[in-house]
């Protein structure tokens, strides 16, 4: 049975740092690409960030360019997502997601191309 189980979240001031991370379980997590999307109140599902399997290619949305990196560690079948610079339009709900169709060696910015999703964690930023 897959499983994603994202942690890290919880209430942060603006300017400040978060590291979220994303335990992968119940499959062959280095034969897949990661993603990070994100749900702000009110509005859709977005793509955040990517990762092929093999950590050497990444993506990320124009919106968090520059501060948010996304990483992975193969052998401890988790995927981060650290965060600096946080602003109040970054406040969501974070969702760590994998795909399966290329086995993972292609970015995926989709937000419904990914097969399997965790639970999701909240990142509130105060003014």
């Known amino acids: 049975q897959v499983q994603l189980v994202e942690s890290g979240g919880g209430l942060v001031q603006a300017g400040g740092s978060v590291r979220l991370s994303c335990a992968a379980s119940?499959?062959?997590?280095?034969?897949?690409?990661m993603g990070w999307l994100r749900q702000a109140p009110g509005k859709a599902r977005e793509f955040v960030a990517a990762?092929?399997?093999?950590?050497?290619?990444?993506e990320y949305a124009d919106s968090v360019k520059g501060r948010f990196t996304i990483s992975k560690n193969n052998g401890e079948n988790t995927v981060y997502l650290q965060m600096k610079s946080l602003k109040p339009e970054d406040t969501a709900v974070y969702y760590c997601?994998?795909?399966?169709?290329?086995?993972?060696?292609?970015?995926?910015?989709?937000?419904?191309?990914?097969?399997?999703w965790g639970q999701g964690t909240e990142v509130t930023v105060s003014s």
């Open positions: 990762i092929t399997w093999s950590g050497g290619s990444t």
């Open positions: 997601a994998a795909d399966l169709t290329y086995s993972g060696a292609v970015i995926v910015t989709g937000v419904y191309e990914y097969d399997y």
């Open positions: 119940g499959l062959s997590f280095s034969r897949y690409s």
